[in-house]
T-cell receptor
């Protein structure tokens, strides 16, 4: 099956700095990737839909200037948390689907635990 | 919010018993998927049921879908300690701007050996 590689798995950064998280689709070309955030003991909240070659579509309430998404190729999407603050500490997960209409299973990265100190 | 809701939020059962989790959602869907998440890890796909299907089986898993009630259930039979995890339903929501993928609130399952 498809494999999604997400890197890094854990990162600690100082408040005010930026952190980049990579999501790679290893087995197929993904025109669409999704970024989620998950707080402890809560569900995954969709942050944005990353579209290859075009701007990402952000969910309501998600600041596009703070969470920069770049989907420069069919196998790589990056999420950059800019000017990170402690409240940005969370578990970030990406997913890909081989089907543009999401009519097949999605494959998830192992997640990135971000801690902002 | 398009997010679905699951109940119960937490479920604790003895090994060998069956576990049932329910998911309700708000809008028309293309399909509904169930995922499992072990603590602090990524999600693993369990089963997908399309909007024109009513029931699917996969091993010890049985999923039902009632689009008139906008609800789905996941049944895990003969549970094992290794089934301990969080389970999420995810709905593929049909929109004008493209299909979206939303997760339910999740059920934390504990299977006691």
């Amino acid at each position: 099956g498809a494999v999604v590689s997400q890197h890094p798995s854990r990162v600690i950064c100082k408040s005010g700095t930026s952190v980049k998280i990579e999501c790679r689709s290893l087995d197929f070309q993904a025109t669409t990737m999704f970024w989620y955030r998950q707080f402890p003991k809560q569900s995954l909240m969709l942050m944005a839909t990353s579209n290859e070659g075009s701007k990402a579509t952000y969910e309501q309430g998600v600041e596009k200037d703070k969470f920069l998404i770049n989907h420069a190729s069919l196998t790589l999407s990056t999420l950059t948390v800019t000017s990170a603050h402690p409240e940005d500490s969370s578990f970030y997960i990406c997913s890909v689907s081989s089907s543009p209409d999401l009519n097949t299973e999605a494959f998830f990265g192992q997640g990135t635990r971000l801690t902002v100190v | 919010s398009q997010q679905g809701e699951e109940d119960p939020q937490a479920l604790s059962i003895q090994e060998g018993e069956n576990a049932t989790m329910n998911c309700s959602y708000k809008t028309s869907i293309n399909n509904l998927q169930w995922y499992r998440q072990n603590s602090g890890r990524g999600l693993v796909h369990l089963i997908l049921i399309r909007s024109n299907e009513r029931e699917k089986h996969s091993g010890r898993l049985r999923v039902t879908l009632d689009t008139s009630k906008k609800s789905s259930s996941l049944l895990i039979t003969a549970s094992r300690a290794a089934d301990t995890a969080s389970y999420f339903c995810a709905t593929v929501f049909v929109s004008n701007t493209g299909n979206q993928f939303y997760f339910g609130t999740g059920t934390s399952l504990t299977v006691i050996p």
